[in-house]
Each structure stands twice: as C-alpha cells, then as structure tokens.
C-alpha cells in the first residue's frame, strides 16, 4: 500500500424534507469498503424519520416500519442465532402490544385487537402488494376474573384470491383451539370447514393416498373415543 485509502466513513446527509430556518431533517449514512476494492459503498443509514434502512439510502417500506432489510441479487432477510443448552431458550421473535399511544406505558389491549402480523408481499411492477398474512389477536375477555395474566388470543391466516388485491381470511385457530377454515364464525367442534362462497358453494374434505401399492386399508378415518362411543358421520 503505497496511500492511505478509504475504508470506512460515516457521512451526514440533509434529509427529504424541508430545509429552513427552522426545519432541518436530516440524515446519517454509514459506509465500508469491500474486498477488492477502495470504492465506499453505503451499508446502512438512519432516516430523518428515525428509520434504520440497511442495503439501501431510500425507504421501500409499507408503513411506519423502523427496520428495513434490502438485498439485491442473492437471498436477503434476518437470522437470528443462539447459542444455549437449556431445552427452552431458542431464537426469539417478539409481538408485544399495549393499548396506550405512549411509549413505556400500559394500557389493557381488548377483544379483536390486533397484536402483530406477519405479511408477505409481491411487486406488481409498481410497487409490493399484499400476497398473504399472519395475524396474532385477542380473542375474548382480558384479565378476566381479576386474572392479570389472563390474554386469551388467536391466529388468523389470510390470503388474497386471484384477480384481487383485498386479503381475506381463510383459516383461524381460536383461544379455545377450534380450527374454523373459510369462515370467522365458529360452532361446536374443533374442525370446522365452511363453503368459500356463501353462494352454491360446495365443501368438500378430501383424502389422497398417493402411493403406487394403495389399498382400501390404506385410506380411513378414526373415530376414538375414551367413554367408548365411537362417533358418527352427520
């Protein structure tokens, strides 16, 4: 090396916004050199709104997220690692909500409140739409009893048909383990399967063996029952 060359800086950038006497956004950029060369390449950067974007200086997100993970090329995304030898103690992901708007304070969440989601989304050429989703939400009476530790919840998957970008629900499990597929609406029972279309709709359950020495022992349903009543098909 015969000169000093660039091998990291961080850089303050004015930020998208108005600039003035009394408004100055701005921003803060980070950089480092790769192997094989002495070119800076941006790495992360922290947006005038508080946002930490990682593999890109411009914001792609949906909402207000404050994390924004971009790759180009080659399989992007987060890992999380840990390194433990108690049964129990794996990687975490965490969808804490409280019911207040301020930070640091608790407010009880209610019935229906939506506690965190996981979407999936495509670009259309445009922009990324809503493909499918996973929603984590109460599902009854919070502290019920004066019970504090009392957070009934359910998951909710959601999909968006074909030539649609409106998501609709298509399978929940309930805080009582009822699993109801097309239908939020839940009766007796733990499986419960509704028509997709209210309209001349059909339901169907189906059972494929797919193995080329299939016989008619190898394709049934069990009905077992610890009182000795076997069941019935209605």
Sequence with gaps: VSAFQDAVQIRAFAGTGTQSATSMPGDLAFYTTPDGSITLSERMRINNTGAVLIGAAAAYKANAQLLEVNKSADIGGIQMNNWSATASQGANLVFARSKSATIGTHTAVIDADSLG????????????????????????????AGDT?????????LTTPDGSSVLSERMRITSAGIV???????????????????????????????????????????????????????
């Design 117 to 144: 989601y996981l979407t999936f989304m495509g670009s259309n050429g445009t922009s990324f739409i809503n493909s499918s989703r996973i929603m984590g939400e109460i599902d009854g009476e919070v502290g019920t």
């Design 180 to 234: 109801s597929i097309s239908s939020a609406t839940q009766n007796t029972g733990q499986l419960q399967v509704f028509a997709a279309d209210a309209v001349d709709a059909a339901v169907e359950i189906r059972i494929n063996a797919t193995k080329a020495n299939v016989t008619a022992t190898d394709i049934f349903m069990n009905f077992d029952s610890t009182t000795g009543t076997e069941g019935t098909i209605a």
């Design 149 to 157: 530790t009392d957070m009934p919840g359910r998951l909710v998957f």
